[in-house]
């Protein structure tokens, strides 16, 4: 709030304060009650005129700005006549063909400059637009809230001398803030226009530098495979010293303080504060880089670096180079941001040299690792030389990288140096795959054996790159031999981390077959299907990375990525229907979640929600598979809506589904309703004891077409669902585990049947599994032809129901050996005859039987 606002506000106050007071100042007021409300008018009189003198200081000096604004209004018509100017001199070099790629680019950083003053001066011009509107409305109010106080002044019809005098001030007041409002509205006035120009200028510079971008982007693809007269050829001493001697004053000036100073200082001038903050976030990205280098040394120290080698590799590989890693990434992001890329030659070659020192540590630090953990001491050589040329080549490419940004792509130093790079390059892979060959034929390591063309692709792979390099070179394609290295080094590193990730991937897929080989069935179960997901996605994330990878390595642009998202999204036409690869890929996709998300649901229902809810084993059973339908059959709306079936092609298709059941899915469709029927009424449910045609089982599944039962010998039955709605079944658990159990058992006519019965019940009461309510009872079942038969009845549960029976029969046979109840056993009589009829009647000899005698045997 500022001063005059403040002070109008507490002539407002006093203002009220005096309409406040009633009857004030009229004839019949005694003059002691006068006084008081007549000091009021006083102060609201010295008030206004504080106010009004304020006002007339403001006015001036609004007067004075006013006019320097309209002295400065052609200093910025200078400006932008001079921008337009710098547009069409843009526009008339864009029409030229033979302009070099590194004019274009000069072009490129001229014109967003001006895109962002104009962007800068049209921000600047619309907040102050905003100021004077707010100012505008303020004035508005203070002239309305004058006008009403003219208007109180005048229904009160005060005759004092200072009521008058405030109606003057007021009506100077109100002329007062009527001339500042012109004048106000004169600087709107003028920013309007400002801006319009401003932004009519940004508009125009900025279809311009679409334009221009267009240019450029024709232009590389035009040099990449433009074919120029050999420039080793037509170079001359002369151009070589020349380019010596504005190297050795680039690097002289390298060596002032007052160059660097210069760069900082441009800096500051195009990012200003922005550069402050941006280093500060640097430096918030540098101690998060080396704050996460941390954990990954704490995670490299728990891993199991014999089980897990090529992860823990990868995992030390990247924890060496983050601090790295976020230095280049942070360059690149802050660049690309303010688009200096491609206008700051200092920034532009910062970010490469970054990026190839990233590189390369990546290859130098990969082979030492490999030199570490896997020992080959015969071909350490191997090693040994690709890490010199790499240690070494690195120095030399940025050596290129400040020659290019220096002295220009087509400097003859530039050229004469790169062909020397080239050629040594070859000279080494010359040297080199000539001694590993004779290595090898020497002892070839075992995994060699019979794999001899592994060496010959690379050594191809190797020479081939070389070689075409230096054929492009000197057939003039110096762009691109220079694309082609370029394009080789970038897929090197590429295809390192791949084979990296790869290695990491196939371990962890061992690592969790032998942890899930010794891991309880139910956990397993539970969790195999997210570890299965897990590793699904990451194999999926690794092809699509490699994929995009490569492409990128390539230099494949964004438009060709979008391309390659187009050709996935491409419609196949089948019959009627059009199916795409991503809608395929999002169907698997949905498939595989809808899969893993229904058993970890069913998991979380039955072991969190409803463990402790007190319902029925079977119950809980039921609601964990209606669930796991119901989410299946989102899914599958899901998979058939991803994969391009539209309302009207369900409907067809389910229409045609309901003929197929109608038909040749009888007896799958019955079952599907027989086993919802199960889950619903529950005639039988997850955990019953059930018998089928004498066998006994339990029930462990109730599946979409039949269930599962496990008999008692643990063979798993499966039963069609149908079978249990229209057969007969007897559950020995429905609604009640209790059950009864008979025991039969025969003792010697004879006995005292008191005592067996009291025995037989004491035997029951010593059982723990045997209820005491019912009671035990013992039945005088029949007389037996050898034996007295009595039954013990006792009640127990299904699950122990055989324990406890057995459990009797073994008491009842000690116990009664001990108290000498004999258990009876049947009996035979067996008669046997000797002779014929014919000599019945004869008399038998002494000493033997006569005929018709019988001998009576225990058998």
């Known amino acids: 709030m500022t001063a005059r606002e403040r002070m109008w506000r507490c002539v407002w106050i006093l203002w009220l304060a005096v309409l406040a007071s009633p009857g004030l100042l009229q004839a019949q007021t005694p003059p002691a009650m006068v006084s008081e409300p007549q000091d009021q008018y ?54 030229l063909s033979s302009l070099s790629l590194e004019d274009l680019n000069k072009a490129l950083g001229s014109l967003k400059q001006t895109v962002d003053e104009a962007a800068a001066r049209v921000k600047d011009l619309q907040e102050k637009q905003t100021q004077l509107t ?38 100077e007041a109100d002329d007062l803030l009527r001339q500042k409002e012109k004048r106000l509205k004169d600087f709107l006035d003028t920013y309007q226009k400002l801006a319009g120009d401003w932004n009519a200028l940004k508009e125009e510079a900025a279809a ?94 728990h891993q199991d670096r014999h089980g897990k080698p090529w992860f823990a590799l990868a995992l030390n590989l990247l924890n060496r180079s983050l ?44 082979l030492q690792a ?66 590993l060959k004779r290595k090898m034929g020497e002892a070839a390591p075992t995994w060699m054996v019979g794999r001899s063309w592994v060496l010959h692709l690379f050594m191809g792979g190797s020479y081939g790159v070389a070689m075409v390099g230096v054929l492009l070179e000197l057939a003039g394609y110096a762009l691109l031999a220079t694309f082609w290295y370029v394009s080789w080094g970038r897929s090197l590193i590429v295809g390192l981390w791949l084979f990296l990730f790869y290695k990491s991937l196939t371990e962890w897929e061992q690592t969790m077959d032998t942890a899930a080989a010794f891991a309880p069935k139910a956990e397993e179960d539970t969790k195999g299907s997210l570890r299965w997901l897990s590793v699904k996605a990451l194999w999926l994330v690794w092809l699509f990375g490699g994929t995009l990878g490569l492409l990128l390595a390539w230099g494949a642009k964004q438009a060709l990525i979008v391309a390659f998202f187009d050709l996935l999204n491409t419609p196949l036409p089948l019959g009627n229907l059009n199916f795409r690869l991503l809608g395929i890929i999002h169907a698997g996709a949905i498939l595989a979640l809808t899969h893993v998300g229904a058993r970890w649901l069913k998991h979380f229902l039955k072991n969190r929600i409803l463990r402790d809810s007190g319902l029925e084993r079977g ?6 598979s209606v669930t796991g339908y119901v989410l299946w059959s989102i899914g599958i709306l899901a998979v058939l809506n991803a994969l391009g079936f539209s309302g009207t092609s369900l409907t067809v298709a389910f229409g045609a589904l309901g003929v197929g059941l109608g038909f040749g899915l009888q007896n799958v469709f019955n079952n599907f309703i027989s086993g919802l029927i199960l889950l619903f009424e529950r005639p039988i449910q997850v955990g019953d004891r059930i018998e089928i045609d004498g066998t006994w089982g339990e029930v462990r599944k109730i599946n979409v077409r039949s269930t599962i039962i496990q008999t ?59 209820h005491k309510e019912p009671k035990p009872s013992v039945l005088f079942v029949d007389f037996g032809d050898s034996a007295l038969i009595f039954r013990l009845r006792v009640w127990t549960t299904v699950p122990v129901c055989l324990q406890v029976e057995t459990d009797l029969r073994f008491a009842i046979y000690r116990v009664f050996q001990e108290r000498g109840i004999e258990i009876a056993f049947p009996q035979l009589d067996v008669h046997l005859k000797t002779g014929f009829e014919s000599t019945a009647n004869t008399p038998p000899a002494e000493g033997k039987p006569s005929e018709g005698t019988t001998m009576d045997d225990k058998a």
């Not at 309209?70 to 100017?85: D, M, V």
């Not at 100012?135 to 001398?161: G, S």
């Not at 230095?327 to 200092?346: C, G, I, N, Q």
């Open 208 to 301: 311009l530098l679409e334009r221009l971008n267009t240019r450029i982007a024709k232009r590389k693809r035009e040099d990449l495979f433009r074919r120029t007269r050999n420039p080793l050829l037509g170079m001359s001493v002369a151009e070589v010293r020349r380019d010596l001697e504005t190297v050795a004053t680039l690097i002289a000036q390298g060596l002032q303080t007052s160059f660097w100073t210069e760069r900082i200082q441009r800096l500051w001038k195009v990012g200003g504060l922005l550069s402050v903050t941006s280093l500060l976030a640097f430096v918030v990205v540098e101690w998060l880089c080396f704050r996460y280098r941390r954990l990954c040394l704490a995670l490299l120290s």
């Open 619 to 624: 119950l809980q059973a039921s609601i964990v």
């Open 134 to 171: 707010a100012q505008l409305n303020a004035l508005a109010e203070q002239r309305a809230a004058n006008q009403n106080r003219l208007e109180t002044l005048k229904t009160r019809r005060d005759d004092l001398p200072i009521a008058r005098t405030l109606a003057a001030q007021l009506k």
């Open 712 to 770: 008692l010998d643990n063979a798993s039955m499966i039963i069609p669902n149908s079978e249990f709605i229209s057969g007969r079944v007897v559950n020995w658990s429905f609604k009640d585990l209790r059950i009864r159990r008979n025991i039969n058992v025969g003792v010697a006519y004879g006995s005292d049947v008191e005592q067996v019965r009291d025995t037989l019940l004491e035997i029951a009461a010593n059982h723990s599994l045997v």
């Open 370 to 435: 490999l030199k570490e953990n896997f020992r080959f001491d015969r071909f350490a050589f191997v090693v040994r030389r690709i890490r010199v040329v790499i240690s070494l080549g690195r120095w030399l490419l940025m050596a290129y990288v400040i020659l290019q940004e220096s002295l220009g792509r087509s400097s003859a130093l530039l050229l004469l140096y790169r062909f020397t790079l080239e050629v040594a390059f070859l000279a080494w892979n010359a040297v080199f795959w000539r001694e």
């Open 323 to 366: 601090p790295l890693l976020g230095a280049t990434v942070f360059a690149y992001a802050y660049t690309s941001a303010r688009d200096l890329y491609d206008t700051s030659v200092f920034l532009r070659s910062l970010c490469q040299i970054l990026v190839l020192w990233l590189l390369s540590s990546w290859g130098i630090h990969f």
């Open 42 to 95: 006083v102060e609201l009189s010295s008030s206004l005129e504080k106010a009004i003198q304020a006002e007339k200081l403001d006015l001036e000096k609004l007067g004075k700005d006013l006019e320097d604004i309209k002295k400065e209004q052609t200093a910025w018509s200078r400006e932008l006549h001079a921008a337009r100017l710098q547009l069409s001199a843009v526009a008339d070099l864009m029409s």
